[in-house]
């Protein structure tokens, strides 16, 4: 034993003295304008340190084995970097002595003024997804970004590809990657994880990582960056972070909301460097609404958010739009998707379509807000049925029973502030009146779910029914469903809608089955098989 003991001594000694690697034992490097000027002030970070570049552009912090990459969080005087059109603020930690960043000035300073596109769950399963996602989704992003006014930018809110259980879509992430270039959308676009953005099996990755959640996403963070960053636009500090947490190595599926002890503490420590009075956006997959109630450090981040007093969260996973006030002043948007349901229609299960989000912002407000529907005018913000509307197909149908005297109307980004009108014949006769929240998923069709675009996807296209798809999945809930009883059942009617900023939205039409043509979802791709049938 104890000669066994000395060789694997002389080994190491040997492998030593002839030249392996010893990493250094600090990060160092510089930050630099394109004139060569030094920046100072600017928060550089391995996602567990955070520290602020000196009076020559310079930085050092203690190496740590758990860290991946080194990034800035890009001040807004200066430009997004871009290579091959995607954001680039991070360098992977190597055996490198120093890791400089080179940053080009804003011609004109910070911006006064920007758009925010917020795209949740784009989701792409099979390539036939990928297709779809650069015909619909981003060449309207593109369209619509050149018709607004003022620099343009976007994040994803998670969920970019769709591995789930043994299947590993992670392959698509290269081809998704380069629709969402610069080039493709008309703007830079970052990224953040999901629950469906993992790697499997994690024999596949590398070993070095502390946790499961974290050996999850390397791929992810080797394509896109870090999976917890900042960066600056104008009076605004965005923030993404990973929140999901896994349970174990085996079970893929198994996961809740939740940050760790690390996370927390970098998220204190990235927002002490951001100046007072600045609007904190903090990006994230999995909404806090339900999270928090079991997640201490949910929590935690939430009494953060507070303090700080100007705080938004943005958020996705549910495929549905809600808006949520807590009453720590703090409040939440839950994204609609740009993959729908799935990408098997063009609308979510709440009925809202296949979209994606916009918000102006000037200084350090949001000023406006709009749900943009692929391929619709942004100002197609609702829908209308008649309360005993038939809706399904040869799968399922769903009666409606509200009575023959009652429309339902779907408002999809309906917030707090908004304003309604109900006109019969020409004449104001009343306003909206919301429905409560229901969970129904059988007969009598009488809730506030959207039941049009449940038999779309559930009816029609057979989900729940064939290829081992789960029905509840094209049935959640709507938090933006309204009633009104008709004074006269045979009027002529028009429902007029304003938002917090003063838009004006109208809708006379009445939705009926005949509208499923709308929703007619993909262009004749051949249907690659699925993993499991």
Same mark, same amino acid.
């Given at each position: 034993?104890k000669?066994l003991? /000395?060789?694997?001594i002389?080994i190491? $000694?040997?492998?030593?003295a002839?030249?392996a690697?010893v990493l250094p034992p600090?990060?160092?490097g510089?930050v630099k304008?394109?004139y060569?000027n030094?920046i100072a002030?600017v928060?550089?970070s391995?996602g @567990?340190?955070?520290?602020l570049t000196?009076?020559e552009?310079k930085?050092c912090?203690?190496r740590?084995?758990?860290?991946y +990459?080194?990034?800035?969080?890009i ?6 970097p871009?290579r091959?059109? +995607?954001p680039?603020? @991070?360098?992977? /930690?190597?055996?490198r002595?120093?890791?400089?960043f080179v940053?080009k000035p $804003?011609? =004109?300073? &910070?911006?006064?003024? !920007?758009?925010l596109?917020?795209?949740a769950d784009p989701?792409c ?5 990928v297709?779809?996602l650069?015909?619909?989704a981003v060449?309207d ?9 003022g #620099?343009d930018?976007?994040?994803t ?6 591995s789930?259980g043994?299947?590993?879509t992670?392959y $698509?992430l &290269? ?5 969402f270039?610069a080039?493709?959308?008309?703007m830079?676009v970052?990224q953040?994880?999901?629950?469906h953005d993992f790697e499997?099996p ?5 070993e070095g990582s502390p946790?499961?959640?974290v050996?999850r996403h390397r791929y992810?963070?080797d394509?896109f960056?870090?999976?917890?960053y900042? !960066?600056?636009?104008?009076d605004?500090?965005?923030v ?5 947490n896994f349970t174990s190595?085996?079970y893929p599926g198994k ?13 204190e420590?990235?927002?002490a460097?951001?100046?007072a009075?600045?609007?904190?956006i $903090?990006?994230?997959?999995?909404p806090?609404e339900?999270a928090?109630?079991n997640?201490p450090n ?5 009494d953060i /958010?507070?303090a700080?007093g100007?705080s938004?969260?943005? *958020?996705g ?5 809600k808006h949520i006030h807590y009453?720590?002043?703090v ?5 609609g998707?740009m993959s729908?349901c799935?990408?098997w229609?063009k609308?979510?299960a709440?009925?809202?379509p296949?979209?994606y *989000?916009?918000w102006?912002?000037?200084?350090n407000?949001v ?13 197609y913000?609702m ?10 197909g040869q799968?399922?149908?769903f ?7 009652t429309?339902?109307?779907?408002v999809?980004n ?5 304003k *309604?009108?109900v ?8 306003s909206?009146?919301?429905? #409560?929240i *229901?969970?129904?998923?059988?007969a ?7 039941w049009w675009?449940?038999g779309y =996807?559930v009816g029609v296209?057979?989900r ?11 049935c ?7 009633r009104y009883v ?5 009027a002529?009617?028009?429902?007029v ?9 109208t809708?006379s039409r009445?939705?009926?089955a ?6 007619a979802?993909r262009?004749?791709y #051949?249907?690659e098989?699925?993993?499991?049938e």
């Amino acid at each position: 034993m104890k000669k066994l003991v /000395l060789l694997i001594i002389s080994i190491a $000694l040997c492998s030593s003295a002839f030249g392996a690697k010893v990493l250094p034992p600090d990060v160092k490097g510089c930050v630099k304008d394109t004139y060569g000027n030094p920046i100072a002030g600017v928060a550089v970070s391995d996602g @567990y340190t955070v520290v602020l570049t000196d009076e020559e552009g310079k930085y050092c912090f203690p190496r740590i084995p758990e860290a991946y +990459q080194v990034f800035i969080s890009i001040p807004s005087e200066y430009e997004v970097p871009l290579r091959q059109g +995607q954001p680039v603020f @991070y360098k992977k /930690l190597e055996d490198r002595p120093a890791y400089d960043f080179v940053l080009k000035p $804003l011609k =004109n300073g &910070p911006e006064k003024e !920007f758009n925010l596109f917020l795209v949740a769950d784009p989701q792409c399963q099979w390539v036939w997804h990928v297709r779809r996602l650069r015909e619909e989704a981003v060449a309207d992003m593109k369209a619509y970004a050149g018709k607004c006014k003022g #620099p343009d930018y976007a994040i994803t809110l998670g969920d970019i590809a769709y591995s789930e259980g043994h299947r590993n879509t992670n392959y $698509l992430l &290269p081809m998704i990657r380069q629709e969402f270039s610069a080039e493709n959308t008309g703007m830079p676009v970052f990224q953040t994880v999901g629950n469906h953005d993992f790697e499997y099996p994690l024999t596949a990755v590398e070993e070095g990582s502390p946790t499961i959640s974290v050996r999850r996403h390397r791929y992810f963070e080797d394509m896109f960056g870090p999976a917890n960053y900042s !960066f600056n636009r104008g009076d605004v500090h965005i923030v993404s972070m990973f929140d999901v947490n896994f349970t174990s190595f085996g079970y893929p599926g198994k996961y809740y909301g939740d940050f760790s002890d690390a996370q927390v503490a970098w998220l204190e420590k990235d927002l002490a460097a951001v100046p007072a009075g600045k609007l904190i956006i $903090l990006c994230v997959h999995i909404p806090f609404e339900n999270a928090i109630k079991n997640s201490p450090n949910m929590k935690r981040v939430m009494d953060i /958010l507070a303090a700080r007093g100007n705080s938004l969260i943005v *958020s996705g996973h549910t495929h549905t739009i809600k808006h949520i006030h807590y009453p720590n002043g703090v409040s939440e948007f839950v994204a609609g998707a740009m993959s729908g349901c799935w990408w098997w229609s063009k609308n979510c299960a709440d009925g809202a379509p296949n979209g994606y *989000s916009v918000w102006k912002i000037k200084g350090n407000r949001v000023v406006s807000d709009i749900y943009k529907g692929q391929n619709f005018k942004d100002t197609y913000q609702m829908r209308i049925y008649k309360g005993d509307a038939e809706y399904g197909g040869q799968y399922e149908k769903f009666k409606m029973e509200h009575g023959a005297g009652t429309i339902l109307v779907n408002v999809w980004n309906w917030d707090e502030g908004w304003k *309604s009108e109900v006109y019969e014949n020409g004449k104001l006769c009343g306003s909206l009146e919301k429905m #409560p929240i *229901s969970s129904e998923f059988g007969a009598p069709y009488n809730g506030s779910k959207d039941w049009w675009a449940i038999g779309y =996807n559930v009816g029609v296209v057979g989900r729940g029914h064939i290829h081992g798809s789960t029905r509840n999945n094209y049935c959640s809930k709507n938090y933006h469903m309204f009633r009104y009883v008709l004074k006269d059942p045979q009027a002529r009617i028009k429902v007029v809608v304003y938002d917090n900023s003063g838009r004006k939205f109208t809708c006379s039409r009445i939705t009926t089955a005949d509208d499923y043509q709308t929703l007619a979802a993909r262009p004749a791709y #051949p249907v690659e098989p699925g993993w499991e049938e």
